[in-house]
């Protein structure tokens, strides 16, 4: 096993470095770019390995076109042998091979901190990964990932089961755990109601609910992003996982609220990532 190039004396200051895994979102809102937006604004220092580029703009998806397994791959290799990495954030991952490839440089490298968003579907609707992928997923990347953030309708999906309310959640939480997962934030937001409520579950006991007002906005564009992200940074920047969850969380709050009544866009717009100054989002 290769560790993890850290690069790091008592005599040298550097960033927090979180390396991102994912889709590029040619809108801007979500993907890669909604990643390196989320890391900036918390104070770390972004890279990229870019699975896959998305013809996309508020609207929706238009055309998916996958980067090779061996130039992800390339890409990985790059960041984690120059500049180290604290945290990794996974996003989009269209096929088995890359899956596959990703979950080698995991153990490879012995990658700390993996946040996996499990994206299947954009907020447009639009499906972004093929079906004989999820089980790929399931196998390979579900017992080295820090935490899992599913949304409802990706948690149905990977539990072949509607979620169809509140007291769903915590069954919905535990199945996920039973499939290998090491921690999971199931996002409960696709649910109705004046109240979004996120369940934060682990293997070792842990069951907590985080709750908040819903807020009244058109721009949703890209929230499952950032808020992986956001808590991709925080454990960066040594955060235990439920204070990691939770700043994150009320980074993303503040993020939509700041971008609720922006037009950008004729779909579902971006929220705005860059709402505070950092010093106030990392420490207030």
Known sequence: MTENNQHSSPAHRRYARVLSIAG????????????LKTFSALGCYGM???????????QGVSGIHGIP???????????????????????????PAVVQVVADAIREYNLPHVVLDP??????????????TVGTLVQELFPLATLVTPNLDEAGWLLERRIDGEAALDAA???????????????GGHLPGDWVIDVLADGKGLRHRL?????????????????????????????????????????ILGAIAAGADVRTGRGHGPLNHGYAPVAQRVFG
């Open 119 to 132: 994206v299947m579907v954009a907020t447009s609707g639009d499906r972004l990964i093929a079906a004989e």
């Open 173 to 187: 939480a535990e199945g996920l755990l039973a499939l290998g997962a090491r921690a999971v934030l199931l996002k």
């Open 48 to 58: 990229t390995a870019i699975t896959a580029i998305t013809a996309q703009n508020t």
């Open 211 to 251: 709750q908040s007002a819903r807020i009244a906005t058109h721009n949703g564009h890209g929230t499952g992003c950032t808020l992986s992200s956001a808590v991709a940074s925080f454990l960066a920047l040594g955060e235990p996982l439920q204070q990691a969850v939770e700043k994150g969380r009320a980074y």
């Open 69 to 95: 397994p061996q130039m992800l791959k390339a890409q990985i290799d790059a960041v984690v042998q120059d500049i180290g990495v604290d945290a990794v954030k996974i996003g989009m991952l269209h096929s």
């Open 24 to 35: 590029s979102d040619s809108g801007g809102g979500a993907g890669i770019q909604a990643d």
